[in-house]
């Protein structure tokens, strides 16, 4: 073992002189520990809730959408083929998008309609794992109820909807277009009745209560749109990699056709999750720059105290180096201990949060987290090992900046000066 590091280790040991200096010394190291801790589960939970929003939000939408400045795609089954051509593309399907009114008796509602190719959309979107009664097929079969009605095609709506208006599955409702038949008497809308064929929960309110799906066939018949669709869904290889796919799709096909991927769609949600991470981040760090100014005074102390064997030291040829090397040694062990000790800890809570939210509830009554104003079923926490690495060599960092001017101090204290009075 080097001098320099038996050294240091010798001066972290406790005297009775120098209690004081140790109990400082804990105080940083716990210092480190806390704020390592704090940085690991805090960003464990907020990777849980950007993951578990993004499986809700690819749950609804598909990767890139497909559209064109008309509106309208006639030949869509054409440039479905072109779409599955470009390089990244798994799968494609279309859809028809348009708002109308559900009514069902006095509770009125307006939502977003999508008509969907119920084969192609289980392959491009998860609606189908969102569906929590009826199946997604029911889109595609008519039922009439009884013998003497005739017969109508399903809908599929969301939970937070069907709460709304009061209805279950197997009811009716009407829905009704704005964009009705022309008469002598101006525009009439038109209305058609559907059977709940099935619900949907993605876990997001927004869609649950505005969000209705039927078949695409139904969808054209009863908007009038022939045989035209919307847009075209893709589904792609990598999520995070559809921004590139929609850039060589607007690049490739020029003003024919745009594309905008999913995280486009939903930028401000995702850039206001990534902003709150990175804050909360540098927010925490201050615990831990706290704790390198316990190093930092904990050293002063230290070499105020070691006056004399630091005189000694360099009365017997230690360098200006060596001695600045025990005090650097003495405060990365403390450091290093504290991060060690921090990461521990919080990956043993970041693994187990859901485990300690229930216990504080079943002994305190008290309910850290509701899964009903956040509509999540479980607490979310993600532990990714590129932020634990950060967060370490980020604590680890500050600890050794914190330890140099204290070192450098002493390492410029002269041996004559030390022993004057010896």
């Known amino acids: 073992m080097a001098y320099e590091l038996l050294i240091g280790l010798r001066y972290l040991r406790a005297k009775r002189k120098s209690t004081f200096i140790s109990i400082i010394t804990f105080i940083s190291t716990a210092g480190v520990a806390l704020g390592v801790m704090a940085l690991i589960v805090v960003l464990a939970v907020m990777t849980g809730f950007e993951e578990d929003l993004t499986d ?100 599929i709506i969301g939970k937070e909807l069907a709460k709304n208006l009061n209805i279950f599955v197997g009811d009716t409702l009407n829905v009704v277009s704005p964009l009705g038949n022309i008469t002598p008497f101006g525009m009439v809308p038109k209305m058609k009745k559907f059977r709940i064929a099935g619900l949907f929960n993605t876990g997001m309110f927004e869609y649950d209560s505005t969000l209705a799906y039927v078949g695409l066939r139904q969808a054209q018949d009863f908007l009038g749109l022939d045989k035209t669709v919307t847009g075209i869904q893709l589904k792609v290889k990598d999520v995070y990699q559809a921004d590139k796919v929609a850039k060589t799709i607007n690049q490739g096909f020029g003003y024919e056709f745009f594309a905008r991927d999913w995280m486009q769609m939903n930028k401000n949600i995702l850039f206001a999750l990534k902003t709150e991470k990175m804050v909360m981040f540098i927010i925490l760090t201050l615990i831990v720059l706290v704790a390198a100014f316990g190093i930092a005074s904990t050293l002063f102390m230290v070499v105020m105290e070691k006056t004399k064997d630091i005189a000694i030291l360099k009365s017997m040829g230690a360098t200006g180096a060596s001695i600045m090397k025990i005090f650097v040694l003495e405060g990365l062990i403390i450091g290093v201990a504290g991060t060690v000790v921090g990461v521990l800890s919080g990956l043993l809570i970041a693994h187990n949060l859901e485990f300690i939210v229930d216990l504080v509830k079943t002994l305190t009554g008290f309910e850290l987290f509701s899964r009903d104003v956040y509509y999540l079923d479980h607490f979310p926490s993600q532990v990714v090992p590129r932020d634990v690495l950060l967060i370490s060599v980020t604590a680890i960092f500050i600890s050794f900046v914190a330890t140099l001017y204290p070192s450098w101090q002493g390492s410029r204290l002269p041996p004559a000066e030390a022993l004057r009075y010896e």
């Open 56 to 155: 809700k939000i690819l749950g609804t939408n598909a990767h890139v959408v497909v559209m064109t400045p008309s509106g309208a795609i006639d030949d869509y089954q054409a440039v479905m083929g072109k779409m599955k051509s470009v390089p990244g593309v798994v799968a494609a399907t279309p859809f028809i998008y348009s708002q109308v009114m559900l009514s069902n008796g006095p509770n009125v509602s307006g939502v977003v309609l999508r008509g969907i190719e119920t084969e192609s959309d289980v392959q491009v979107t998860n609606l189908s794992k969102s569906i929590v009664e009826g199946k997604l097929t029911g889109l595609d079969s008519e039922s009439s109820g009884s013998t003497e009605s005739p017969a109508m095609p399903g809908i």
